[in-house]
């Protein structure tokens, strides 16, 4: 019976879909949207209060800025492409899929990810400066059998959103194409170097419907050469071409930096990326992971400010700017803090650790000796989630790099092992080069959370533990 609803449940929604698909620019496709909006609050029922679709609809109504965005969407993306989009991310993975995922958590007694990242490979054509992957050798992979297991038991426990970083993920295109044909109920993202694309693989995206690429790039050619090797990011500019003359959809994934914060926040970089047909940017704060990590490259206090504000001011729904950006780090007050550890999401590398975050390389628990369930099942997570949100202060989100005490303690307790087989980083000397950041930060973030926040008061940061 559940699999009857579920299929007349996605009839349903792509109905909908589709019809605003094919409305005409201006208010009737407005109304569609809203009509669209109106479908997710019936699934999703009371997984979001009532004022969350009221805002939703308010930024879809009388021609606002999301409305001019998703027009401008659907006019340059190829119409059945953007339909198994919202299909596989939409409704399988950010509706039914994260629905049925809050069901297994009740059922497991543990919190089961919404998303998870995993690595097909530590291989990659690229070696960039300060990368974490680099940390890893350079010849680990999850097999093709591997990743299948992987999503068809995350399927089991409600999992249809899944992320893929590397090393270089598109070294493994064949087989992300034959799992995303496979898995077709989920959508797959790529964190590539973007260097790799060419027309087959294009085309190999059009048939599979579920596949978007979010590409790296540190600013303009100047600044992205300078960290990933000359002549990469004309490389890069070459894959969007292809991608938007294939009518399909893409993003950035920009990790600002003391260096770069500026540059890849400016109207002019961001006005060159929409010209560009960018569609969405994951702005990722620089962590200091691996024994060799660049210090100098983390960002001072008054540059996280400005990254706080705005990111604000180029998503907001007057003015700004037609593109979708979150700040991972920043943005933690609306996802109640630190999401890794099992919470929303976790990691797997190329060698199957099952790791608590894409950089936070600690470990108990492997695919290959153990089911995926009791991997979520370990220690480490178990902690995890005993002790989120580190911090009453949701914008000291992380237990590396805000509140690195609690991770030492998490690692002590559980016994938790480096996962990096190259050159293995233990936690306290990780934790110790974010002492001093995390005390820089914590007066900043105090003012600025307390601001919209009246009546708080930082007190002492408590560790729960069993």
Known sequence: MASIAHAAERKAFELVLRNVLKKKKGSDRDEGYVDVINAIEKLQGDTWPPEAYERLRKGF???????????????????????GLFMSFGFEGGFTGYRQTQKTSKKEGIRIPWVILFDPTSACNLHCTGCWAAEYKHRLNLTYEDMDSLVTQGKELGVHFYV?????????????????????????????NGTLVDQKFCDDMRRCKNIVLSMSIEGFSEATDSRRGKGVFDKVMKTMDLLHDNG??????????????????SDEFLDFLISKGVTFSWYFHYMPVGNDAALELLPTPEQREYMYHRIREIRSYEGGKPIFTIDFQNDGEFVGGCIAGGKNYCHINPNGDVEPCVFIHYS??????????????????QVYQQNQPFNKNLLQPCPMLENPDLLRKMVEQTGAKSTDMMSPESCEHLCGKCDKYAAEWEDTADKLWSSNHPGFVQDQKNYRAE
């Open 248 to 265: 399909l959809v893409y993003g950035t994934s920009i990790c600002y930096t003391r260096n770069n914060i500026d540059s890849v926040t």
């Open 164 to 192: 893929m970083t590397g090393g270089e993920p598109m070294v493994r295109k064949d087989d992300i194409i034959r799992l995303a044909e496979k898995h077709y109920d989920c959508g797959f993202m790529l964190f590539t």
């Open 364 to 381: 108990s628990a492997n695919i290959h000796d153990k089911s995926l369930l009791e991997c979520l099942k370990q220690p480490l997570f």
């Open 61 to 83: 109504s009388q021609g606002g800025k999301w409305a001019q965005f998703f027009d401008n969407l659907i006019a340059n993306t190829d119409t059945d492409f953007l339909t």
